[in-house]
């Protein structure tokens, strides 16, 4: 293995740093050894960045039936490199809540018709986006990204979220959440959705995330288990609200509940924290009033 590390001493030569650094990048998978490199093919299908690990399976489809070739996408083939990387690097965990919403709908629902003619549709994501803040200023560990084994706490609040898009999966950052309003989040919402969907988000666009929220509300599914974003440490999945008879104390009566999803690195956060991130979250979708205490 020695021979695949770069020295940077004198005449070439190893020293113990760059042992260091070359053993941190294979972990953090940004670098390879010749038996891993030998173990995995190159390619979005390769997969297999551990020794030891099965090649990707060869199979001769055509033998079994007629099929089409497509490549990936370039949205496909980024985000699928990012994603695999995510998912074998960061130690995920995923809490599911939920949160009644029965009285921030009603109001949601009462401000896009007092405001019909302003042309902003104000969203459920947008509150999401909101309620987010408030929780990240009270838990701050899931503002943070990893540096090596400093924590790198932010002091912005800038909020990405899942797009959906022909081409694939993009994920547009409104910036400075903390300083903006329902309406205002709404609208950069709608207009950088828009963008995705034409293809002309920048890499301005994209990046200097805190937190996102990937929502899928408005097509459903109950729970699923979000990708974290790296290098930001949680992620906040959001199903389709439908109304279920919840207890009150004395009686069945018909609420709308949101299901929560909320995937995390259990290298930064531990459990206990993420349920009270979840807990807090949902406690401010009931009752949009506690994000002004
Ligand atoms: N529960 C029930 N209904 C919901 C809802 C929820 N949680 N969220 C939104 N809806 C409804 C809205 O009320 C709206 O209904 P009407 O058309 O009747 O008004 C409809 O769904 C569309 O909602 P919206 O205009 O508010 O859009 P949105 O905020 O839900 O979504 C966007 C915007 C960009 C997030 C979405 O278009 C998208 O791309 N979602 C997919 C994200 C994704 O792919 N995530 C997975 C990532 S992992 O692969």
């Not at 060869?58 to 998912?87: M, Q, T, Y």
């Not at 937190?211 to 949680?234: K, M």
């Amino acid at each position: 293995m020695l021979e695949e590390v770069k020295g940077s001493g004198a005449k070439g030569r190893i020293t113990e740093s760059d042992v260091q650094s070359f053993v941190k990048a294979v972990m953090a998978g940004t670098a390879q050894t010749s038996a891993q490199k030998a173990a995995a093919p190159a390619g979005a299908a390769g997969g297999g960045a551990f020794p030891g690990l099965l090649p990707w399976p060869k199979v001769d489809f055509e033998k079994f039936g007629p099929v089409e070739r497509k490549d990936l996408s370039r949205i496909k083939k980024i985000s699928g490199a990012n994603l695999h990387r995510n998912w074998v690097t960061i130690p995920h965990v995923t809490n599911h809540d939920d949160a009644d919403i029965t009285e921030l709908e009603a109001f949601r629902v009462q401000l896009n018709k007092e405001n019909e003619k302003s042309g902003i549709k104000v969203t459920m994501l947008a509150f999401m986006i909101k309620a987010t803040v408030a929780a990240l200023k009270k838990f701050p560990e899931f503002n943070a990204s990893l540096d090596g084994d400093t924590l790198v706490l932010k002091n912005y609040f800038h909020i990405g979220f899942a797009a959906d898009t022909p081409n694939g999966l993009v994920v547009p950052v409104i910036r400075d959440c903390d300083k903006k309003g329902i309406f205002q989040i709404s609208q950069e919402m709608s207009e950088l959705a828009k963008k995705a969907r034409d293809g002309k988000l920048g890499p301005a666009d994209m990046t200097g995330g805190c937190f996102s929220i990937s929502s899928l509300g408005g097509i459903g599914g109950t729970y699923f288990t979000p990708i974290i974003n790296a290098p930001e440490v949680a992620i906040m999945g959001v199903c389709k609200s439908q109304t279920r008879p919840v207890w009150d104390g004395k009686q069945f009566a018909p609420r709308l509940i949101l299901p929560l999803s909320l995937s995390w690195d259990h290298r930064v956060i531990d459990g206990a924290a993420a349920a009270r991130f979840n807990v807090y979250f949902a406690s401010l979708l009931a009752d949009f009033r506690r994000i002004a205490l």
